[in-house]
């Protein structure tokens, strides 16, 4: 097995926010065998003088959609589904180029994209999917016109929802979506911005449904993520048990207690809305989408202010698609608005894994964790900027123990 050591390597240590100068890191295939100063190795071990720079985990992203690839998302549901792979491979590429070795997917990603990305077909980072995100008929993703009764239900039709009703057809689109290999279920507790038909501030699938749907996850060992944006939607997720909350942007403290007596995370996604409000001043979005835009835009920041406040576990997510991924690293700037750096740097990688059920294993540079490293230069502690000129700064990236980048 190949060993490489960097060295000369200040450490970041995400959970106690610190740096280590003077630091080695040794690598052996696809994980992190040590970390200390002035490591050996075999004869034929790679060195690489990192130069006193920042060694970090690899980022996560734990809300984006590289399956999303065209603005017209209606449209895209028309697609042959093996050129909307061919073009996420763009998207994956680079998602891994601007520092992010995993992601989690929330719609529309499955395992052919996650296993050509593992299998090296595709450079990408690691995979997290849940499949289709589930929607009741009218919900956030049923994507018909309104003139369209007949809804494709073939799976590989790249649409984002799979429409399910009821308690029975609910269970079955979970086992449908764990049959696939699925790391997580993503439902649609509300109507979200860019659907034709619901609203923002509604409340999708009855308690039972909801109850049904965690219980089902719950059998497989996974979890339940849901997409939502009032108090009144997420509260019901909580209580049905949803152990992530998507978006929020229309949140107030009455869900503070129930994140914390559900120990559930908050995934907000604000740079997605500042894209799309862009497309609106440049005219391109329809009437009916920019009025729901204008509802959660300017709640964002607070709902993000209110989570931090509360110290609730805040996971750094994106929601972007089509042509706006290269602001993937935006919303660090954002929420820095918020959010001191050592916070904004846990959000996208120790409390991120935690949230993927992968502690210890990804977000760390330590001994026996996935080796996804990079290579900094400055100090992301002191300016949380340095993160977000990867083409200047992001001097090396590792995934599972490969080299993908390495400009030191
Ligand atoms: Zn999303």
Known sequence: MTVTILRNASVLDAADGTLTPGQSVAVEGDRIA??????????????????????????????????????DVFGLAEWPPTY?????????????????????DVGAGEIGLARAVEEGYFTGPRLFY?????????????????????????????????????VTEVRRAVREEVRR???????????????????????????????????????????????????????????AGVRSIEHGNLMDDSSIPLFKEYGAFYVPTIVT????????????????????????IDGALGALEL????????VYGTDLFADTHDRQLQEFVIRSQVQPPADLIRS????????????????????GAIADLLVIDGNPLDDIRVLTTPDQ????????????????
């Open 348 to 367: 996208a990688t120790t409390t991120a894994a935690r949230l993927l059920q992968r502690e210890g294993e990804l977000g760390v540079v330590a001994p």
């Open 84 to 104: 909307v792979a061919a073009r996420a491979s763009r998207v994956l590429a680079g998602m891994l180029a601007r520092g992010f070795t995993s992601i989690r």
């Open 393 to 408: 700064t992001l001097k090396l990236i590792m995934k599972a123990g490969q080299l993908y980048k390495n400009e030191l």
């Open 130 to 166: 849940g499949g289709k995100q589930l929607t009741q008929t009218g919900g956030a993703g049923d994507w018909r016109a309104p003139s369209r009764q007949v809804y494709d239900a073939n799976y590989y039709s790249p649409a984002i929802g799979v429409i399910c009703d009821g």
């Open 273 to 296: 809305y500042q894209a799309l409000a862009d497309r609106a001043r440049d005219g391109l979005l329809p009437a009916d989408i920019e009025v729901k835009l204008r509802a959660v």
């Open 34 to 71: 040590d970390v200390g100063p002035g490591l050996t190795g075999p004869d034929d071990a790679v060195l690489l003088d990192v130069g006193g720079r920042t060694v970090m985990p690899g980022l996560i992203d734990a809300h984006t959609h590289p399956a999303i690839v065209d603005q």
């Open 181 to 239: 290999g699925a790391h997580h279920i993503k439902v649609y507790l509300s109507g979200a911005v860019d659907s034709p038909s619901d609203r923002v501030d509604s409340t999708q699938f009855s308690v039972e449904e909801l109850t049904a749907i965690v219980e089902e996850a719950t059998a497989a060992n996974i979890y339940v993520a849901g997409h939502a944006y009032t108090s009144r939607a997420i509260n019901r997720g909580l209580r």
């Open 307 to 314: 989570a931090h406040a509360a110290g609730l576990p805040i």
